[in-house]
């Protein structure tokens, strides 16, 4: 699995808000396996391992990447019409 272990200070933070796969779906329109080989691209927020078949996300990290990607959109242009 692609997890990274919480740590001691990550957990002592107040306010630190975990969600868990079904939520991530939610929130995020991608599929599972578009976010794990995002997640090994270093594109996406890392998941925790709360214990050995539990998994989940730091929902401040998955809002400020959306915040990101909001800010980082360019409109496509569309099919056969040239930028001039």
Do not use: H, Y
């Amino acid at each position: 699995m692609n997890a990274r272990d919480l740590t001691f200070e990550e957990m002592k933070k107040p306010g630190k808000a975990l969600i868990n796969r079904k939520r991530l779906l939610k929130i995020v329109p991608l599929s599972e396996r578009t976010i794990l080989n995002m997640e090994k691209r270093g594109e996406f927020p890392q998941r925790f391992s709360i214990t050995t078949r539990l998994v989940a996300w730091d929902l401040q990290e998955i809002e400020a990447w959306i915040e990101q990607r909001k800010s980082a959109a360019l409109l496509p242009s569309a099919p056969g019409i040239r930028s001039v």
